[in-house]
């Protein structure tokens, strides 16, 4: 029995030391920040900004209906880095999906169109994978997308 009690208050002991442990996680926003107002002024794009620090570029505005961050929508777009290499892309007639299961930048980001619109998202990457790789993008990542609002389902 005594054993038992010490083995537990170890393993208690071990336990909570390794939860006030901390992972150091960078910031990126000001980096971010930096690539993109750069990206804007070599493309020389009229770009506003968020107040959560998302920027975008309404190159046509669309006539239909606007979604908010609860809408299914389907959009046409290509994502790339500011470098210009393409990480995915959809074929024209785009894809469906709901606006509050996709990354922040993007429910935030496709609420500025109406259907038919058609622009641009540059997202920090607070606002998208933040520190952390995800499928071949590396964390800390600016991502920026071309998209087209085709419809609000």
């Not at 998302?54 to 500011?82: C, D, H, M, W």
């Not at 007639?93 to 922040?104: A, E, R, S, W, Y």
């Not at 790789?133 to 389902?153: A, H, M, Q, R, W």
Request: net charge negative.
């Amino acid at each position: 029995m005594k054993y038992t009690l010490l083995i537990l208050a170890i393993a208690i002991f071990t336990s909570c030391d390794s939860d006030t442990k901390k992972i150091e996680v960078k910031d990126y926003r000001a980096e971010n920040e930096a690539e993109i107002k750069s990206y804007i002024e070599d493309n020389d794009f009229n770009a506003q900004k968020s107040e959560t620090g998302l920027y975008y570029v309404i190159e046509e505005e669309g006539t239909g209906k606007q979604p908010t961050i609860r809408s299914n929508v389907t959009v046409a777009y290509k994502g790339y880095f500011t470098d210009g290499r393409v990480f995915d892309k959809s074929n024209e007639d785009g894809i469906q999906f709901p606006l509050d299961k996709v990354i922040t930048g993007w429910t935030e980001g496709i609420t500025y169109f109406k259907e038919g619109g058609k622009g641009k998202l540059l997202i920090p990457s607070h606002l998208a994978y933040g520190p952390y790789s995800k499928n071949g993008i590396p964390g800390g990542s600016v991502l920026i997308f071309d998209i087209e609002l085709i419809s609000i389902n």
